[in-house]
């Protein structure tokens, strides 16, 4: 027979009756895939469960002993009900089968195990109707019918076991049969990782290392063997990012000249109304000193809203048309699209505007003139572009993309981001993002880019307050929202009010625009508010409610969502941004970019259903004039739960940088390498960036002095396979999105 590798297909070790609920449930088909599929913890056999407190309505698994059996006549129909009473020492619960006698010859007083089942309670005492369970090896019975002995009898109730994630369908010990079939068949397991680096860092040779993460024999074991494995997926995680960012700058490229004192970024600065903050400066002069290095530039520039970052890449755009390059500007939505190129428009001025023709290039814009925005940018005559998801289609080509700048990077994934990059001759890559990222985010999910933070915001930015409005706790606090919007009008400031649907029958799908997905973690709770039975507030009816209300009598209230055709968006956020509408009802279509000065109320209804970087987007979007923003968070949430948490730590601070950190921790790393950068399913099995940031730092140090050493892997053929495995991946599900 073949040898059993990590490659081999799972059906041909385990049967395609295993195998196939495995694929259904977790996406394994592989031996290697199956062997990744990790303990999430560890009991021990005489270690037992706590049963107090168990979540009725939930699917536990639990370690106990029985404590004795009871059978009994059903009352109203024929058959019998065997009751199992197990327990941990503390806490009792009654395992219940119908019409099941013979298993009370197996689950016997004193016997011990793993149950597994869905809670319920039925007179006060909690149960599991029908569980399935895998009881412990007797240990009063030995050959030869002697006792174990006391040691051997101590190594037993000291055997850890592990508990993996399961399904109703697919048990924690149906899986760890089917790993122990697969550990047993398979042969010699080649480790691709160099043994200088395993000695260095102590790591595990992947082999006993999985080996060990399964079948622990004391709990130092599966420890040792977990943290192995946990450095191995930092390390080849950093070395993949720092392999595609030397493959991206491998090529030199000819250095743009920086353009004389009559150049156009000389001309721009000169008639700059302020001065640049510190930060900025010191921002600008990196990107400029990048541009003109023969090498193309990789860089993440972050910063709080309002803090000048496109005042930045609209200095690197400027710099590098002098060069003759083209700049394109690649924006998550439509509205934040044309948001931009209307202030590079005014920025630059009449003079500058003609000499580099800014063109926009959206999906939704009519044919006639995307056909000559795109024209304009093959043939050279336009010298930059704003553009939204449209910029990656076939039918887009530029006569010389110089510099990309992605705005709001957290909206897109790197294979997006590379897409573009590959319509030019190695262009530069400025990626911008508003939304902090944590040092040790940035090294994980940005790791191909350098970063620069802007923390200086420029002088005379009014602050913005914050506060939590509990609708159901506080209902007249509630009341007073729309009161005081209604002051801000009557003095002649203007108000926002976001809501997380379109319609009563339709929710934000477009919400968040060209980028796709919604930054909604996927949590239980996230589940569980999806299915509620209240309506989420909507667009739709809070405008009519509005201009029902005496407060906005002779105030003009209209309503913008995604779903809205180009001009008519375009047409609302233009009569919003000249004053003629007062209040704006939106869906997060209004999260980045959109600048109103005049703007001082920020109305966030069920501010419940958005994430914590959602909310402070959404809160920069006032403040940004002569007057001091407001931000009001109304909720339905109840206190304790992670969705009122959420809302309560934005208005607990607006330090971007702490609700970076806090954000973090309420949610997943999302798709790593791939195109999805929201929460929801992790690429990442054992590594959590909130946790173990020394680790991933540390393995990038690694990483990075392993390519300096051997840039092509040259004597680590088996780490060039998986990262060649990997890339190739990454553009296969690249194109399968497309």
Not at 70 to 82: D, H
Not at 196 to 201: D, G, K, L, V, Y
Not at 370 to 386: D, P, Y
Request: glycine share 8%.
């Amino acid at each position: 027979m073949p040898t059993t590798t990590l490659d081999t297909r799972l059906d041909g070790v385990v049967g395609a009756r295993t195998a196939k609920p495995l694929a259904k449930a977790f996406g394994v088909t592989t031996v290697g895939e199956l062997l990744m599929h990790l303990p999430r913890r560890y009991s021990r056999r005489g270690e037992l469960t706590p049963l107090l407190g168990l979540p009725i309505g939930e699917h536990v698994t639990v370690v106990a002993q029985v404590l004795d059996v009871k059978q009994r006549t059903m009352q109203r129909r024929r058959g019998s009900i065997l009751e199992i009473r197990i327990t941990d020492g503390t806490g009792s619960l009654v395992l219940t089968y119908f019409n099941q006698p013979w298993r009370a010859q197996e689950l016997t007083a004193g016997r011990r195990g793993i149950f597994a089942g869905k809670v319920s309670a039925y007179r006060n005492q909690l149960q599991l109707q029908h569980p399935d369970y895998e009881l412990f090896e007797n240990r009063e019975d030995a050959p030869g019918g002697a006792k174990l002995d006391e040691a051997a009898a101590l190594a037993w109730a000291e055997t850890p076991v592990p508990i993996y994630p399961a399904t109703a369908q697919l048990t924690s010990w149906n899986i760890q049969k089917a790993i122990a079939v697969t550990l047993d068949a398979l042969g010699p397991v080649e480790d691709p990782l160099p043994a200088e680096i395993r000695n260095s860092e102590e790591v595990i040779a992947f082999g006993p290392a999985l080996e060990l993460v399964h079948r622990p024999e004391t709990e130092a074991d599966w420890r040792r063997a977990r943290d192995s494995l946990r450095f191995r997926e930092a390390f080849e995680l950093q070395l993949a990012l720092l392999d595609r960012r030397r493959r991206n700058g491998l090529e030199a490229s000819t250095p743009r000249p920086l353009g004389s004192s009559q150049g156009a970024l000389a001309r721009f600065d000169a008639a700059l109304p302020f001065e640049l903050t510190g930060d900025q400066r010191r921002a600008g002069e990196t990107i400029s000193a990048e541009l003109a290095a023969p090498h193309p530039m990789h860089r993440l520039l972050q910063g709080e809203v309002g803090s000048g970052k496109t005042l930045i890449a609209l200095r690197a755009m400027l710099q590098v048309s002098e060069g003759g390059g083209q700049s394109a500007l690649l924006a998550p939505t439509e509205v934040l699209a044309a948001q931009h190129h209307r202030s590079i428009v005014e920025g630059l001025g009449p003079e500058l505007s003609a000499e580099l023709a800014p063109v926009l290039v959206t999906g939704r814009m009519p044919a006639a003139e995307r056909k000559r925005a795109l024209l304009a940018l093959a043939s050279g005559s336009a010298q930059i572009v704003v553009g939204t998801h449209a910029l990656l289609s076939e039918g887009v080509s530029f006569f010389d993309l110089g510099l990309i700048v992605v705005d709001e990077q957290h909206r897109f994934g790197v294979e997006q981001r590379e897409a573009l990059r590959r319509k030019g001759a190695q262009p530069h890559v400025l990626a911008m993002t508003a939304t902090p990222i944590p040092r040790t985010v940035a090294l994980t999910a940005f790791g191909d880019l350098e970063v620069t933070t802007i923390r200086e915001l420029p002088p005379g930015r009014k602050g913005i307050e914050t506060y939590t409005v509990p609708e159901l706790e506080m209902p007249n606090r509630a009341a007073r929202v729309w009161a005081r919007a209604g002051e801000d009008v009557a003095a002649g400031r203007q108000v926002y009010v976001v809501c997380p649907a379109i319609s009563s029958t339709e929710a934000e799908a477009e919400g968040q625009g060209d980028a796709g997905a919604p930054e909604e973690p996927v949590t239980a709770e996230a589940a569980e508010r999806a299915v509620a039975s209240r309506p989420l507030a909507n667009v739709a009816d809070t405008v009519a409610e509005m201009r029902a209300r005496p407060e906005f009598r002779g105030a003009r209230i209209e309503g913008l969502s995604g779903g809205m055709s180009s001009s008519e968006k375009d047409r609302i956020m233009s009569g919003f941004a000249s004053g003629e509408i007062h209040v704006l009802v939106a869906t997060t279509v209004i999260e980045v970019g959109v600048n109103v000065p005049n703007a001082s109320i920020m109305i966030v209804r069920d501010a419940d259903r958005f994430g914590v970087s959602q909310l402070h987007q959404l809160r920069g979007r006032v403040g940004r004039g002569e007057h001091a923003g407001l931000c009001l968070l109304m909720t339905t949430a109840e206190q304790g739960t992670l969705a009122r948490e959420r809302v309560e730590a934005v208005a607990s601070t607006s330090d971007g940088f702490e609700l970076a950190e806090i954000d973090l921790k309420l949610r997943r790393e999302g798709d790593i390498l791939g195109t999805a950068q929201s929460g929801g399913k992790s690429t990442l099995r054992l590594l959590r960036v909130a946790e173990h940031g020394e680790l991933i730092a540390h393995a990038r140090e690694v990483a990075a002095a392993l390519l300096e050493q051997d840039p092509e892997l040259t004597d680590a053929p088996g780490l060039a396979a998986r990262i060649a495995r990997a890339r190739e991946a990454q553009l296969l599900d690249n194109l399968a999105k497309s």
